[in-house]
């Protein structure tokens, strides 16, 4: 098994907001420029970010503290799946988003530990302070 992925991006907002754009389809879409993006806010609820590129399904809500997701690429094999956590740490008027990501296909690791800094951490410090 590949080593996880580990990142921690520390954002000047609050916990609420972070989990607000990353659980909420209307809020997800616009920090992403207007991506196609539905988000069941449920356990169990299914998830579609990026015109569908990225699929999935919510294991586990704490709203402001942790969401853990059963998370894929469209062009990954069926049934293919890696598993992604977000911690949200508030800290004053700052929050440090932990993120673990495990289980992708070792040949992608680079492919996706970039992918979160550009389509996750810009874009949401962008629509953050916009």
């Not at 449920?42 to 503290?65: H, K, R, W, Y």
């Not at 440090?96 to 874009?123: K, M, Q």
Request: overall charge negative; glycine content about 10%; some cysteine.
């Amino acid at each position: 098994m590949n080593e996880p992925i580990h990142q921690e991006v520390v954002f000047q907002t609050s916990a609420d907001r972070i989990y607000k754009a990353l659980t909420d389809g209307a809020e997800f879409k616009e920090m992403t420029g207007g991506a196609p993006t539905e988000i069941s806010s449920d356990v169990g609820g299914a998830f579609s970010c990026f015109g569908g590129m990225i699929t999935g399904l919510n294991l586990e809500l704490v709203p402001n503290q942790r969401i853990v997701q059963a998370w894929r690429a469209r062009n990954w094999e069926p049934g293919l799946y890696s598993i992604v956590k977000y911690e949200l740490n508030q800290q004053g008027d700052e929050t440090c988003l932990v993120l673990d990501h495990s289980g992708f296909p070792a040949d992608i690791r680079e492919h996706l530990e970039a992918g979160w800094t550009a389509n996750y951490w810009e874009l949401l410090r962008k629509h953050l302070t916009s």
